[in-house]
């Protein structure tokens, strides 16, 4: 009888059901991307793989295999997997209430697919969102924002039908949603947001170049007018490597003790463009 497979001193979880190949991919992915293994720099073999993990020569393989097909190494008999120039891409930073000053910097720094674009009636959960009747026609959108042509996010939007009817699929093309939203005569006033973990599905993750289930920064945004009506309900997934929120605190005193107060991030490079609406 063929035995499990091992753990080494970097011991991987048997009983998760994730594949051993595509853990040892994940761990060696995160030092690449964190510049622990730099550019141009030898990864190591696939013996010193399974010594390290505790995995058969097969496994070592697949997880090379799968840090190839994703363009983070490059593999070469006599040369061994050498990690490749740009692997470790700076990711945006953005703040997390700052995500309208940086809507016009975003156009011009990121590009922008329409996967789907159409009218249908609203979900139950959708129309609960949006405020109105179950089965209300919405307009419903699939977007993909890239950088550099690398995948950051997917983006799917839904708006209520009279203002999605101000413009086309090729406006949605060329320029950031919010701005026709604002040509629309919508003025917007303000948003909900919130930010949680998702797990990317098939199509999602073939659209944004990652592994069926990697995790990816699920954010919810809920964006309302003057009148308080809402107008826009989106759903973005972003691929955690190249796009992170960060904040910075400042410890003030109060009449209650000191706490912490948040203030937004200065605007560096990577910090220029929020690839959102």
């Known amino acids: 009888m063929q ?11 048997i009983r998760s059901g994730i594949p051993l190949f595509h853990q040892v991919a994940v761990i060696l992915r995160d ?22 993990f505790g995995v058969s020569r097969i496994t070592a393989k697949r997880a090379m295999d799968e840090l190839a097909a994703e363009g983070l190494v490059t593999r070469a008999r006599g040369r061994g997997t050498i990690v490749t120039q740009g692997a470790a891409k700076l990711p945006f930073e953005v703040s997390v209430d700052g995500w309208i ?19 249908r009636r ?10 109105l009747d179950e089965g209300a026609e919405v307009q419903r959108s699939i977007r993909v924002r890239t950088h550099d042509g690398t995948p950051l996010s997917w983006l799917e939007t839904w708006i209520p039908a009279d203002i999605g009817r101000s413009y086309s699929a090729e406006d949605m093309g060329a ?54 009506r809402p107008v826009e309900f989106i759903s973005i997934l972003y691929r955690p490597d190249l796009y992170r929120f960060a904040m910075e605190l400042t410890r003030v005193g109060g009449a209650d003790g ?11 490079p990577a910090a220029a463009a929020m690839p959102g609406s």
């Open 3 to 13: 035995q499990p497979e091992s753990t080494g001193a970097l011991a991987l979880d």
């Open 258 to 268: 000191a706490r912490w107060e948040a203030e937004s991030p200065s605007a560096g």
């Open 122 to 131: 609203a979900p139950r959960a959708v129309a609960r969102e949006l405020g």
């Open 175 to 228: 320029q950031p949603l919010l701005h026709l939203l604002e040509r629309a005569g919508v003025r917007i006033a303000s948003a909900k947001q919130t930010i949680t973990a998702g797990l990317a599905a098939p199509q999602v993750a073939q659209a944004l170049g990652v592994q069926v289930g990697s995790a990816l920064l699920d954010v919810r945004r809920l964006v309302r007018d003057a009148d308080g």
């Open 101 to 119: 000053e940086n809507i016009s910097r975003m156009g011009r720094m990121t590009e922008v697919s329409v996967l789907e674009f159409g009218y």
């Open 31 to 52: 030092r690449i991307l964190s510049g622990a293994h730099a550019e141009g720099e030898r990864l190591p073999s696939e013996a010193e793989i399974c010594d390290n």
